[in-house]
């Protein structure tokens, strides 16, 4: 990648990143930890359209095998946060660990590209979309 890309793509996701520490202005769905703690995290994630809300609780096996690889993962001892790029946004999936020790999705948040809150869910449609390019 070259340097000058390598930078804005990092620092766009410190950028995200540091704002949804903040709460800087998140728009994102997501679990209470109560719910989490006990959630059984799904395998997969059912067809038809996707919303922010379906990607919530699920394996990461299960985000990958629908949305395919994130172009960017951080792992951490109990937290893993996945991006996915799309047009104008960053789609970000946050996993954490559950009481019995799974990883599931617990929140979905979405940042523009060049800063500040987007809608997860158009955030979303943009990344499906640049997985799945119509065919002409």
């Known amino acids: 990648m070259m340097p000058v890309l390598r930078f804005a793509f990092f620092g766009a996701v410190a950028l995200g990143l540091s704002a949804c520490a ?3 202005g998140s728009s994102g769905v997501g679990m209470s930890n109560r719910d989490l703690a006990s959630v059984e995290p799904s395998r997969e994630i059912g067809g038809g359209p996707l919303t922010p809300q379906a990607l919530l609780g699920v394996a990461p096996e299960a985000l990958s095998a629908r949305l395919g690889e994130p172009a960017f993962k951080r792992a951490e001892p109990q937290a893993q ?5 799309g047009e104008g946004c960053s789609l970000f999936i946050y996993f954490y660990k559950t009481d019995a020790g799974a990883l599931a999705s617990s929140f979905v948040d979405a940042r523009k590209t060049l800063g500040g809150p987007a809608d997860p869910a158009a955030c979303l449609a943009e990344v499906v979309a640049k997985k799945s390019p119509p065919v002409s």
């Not at 946060?81 to 790029?85: D, I, K």
């Open 22 to 24: 903040s709460g800087g």
């Open 81 to 85: 946060v996945w991006q996915y790029g």
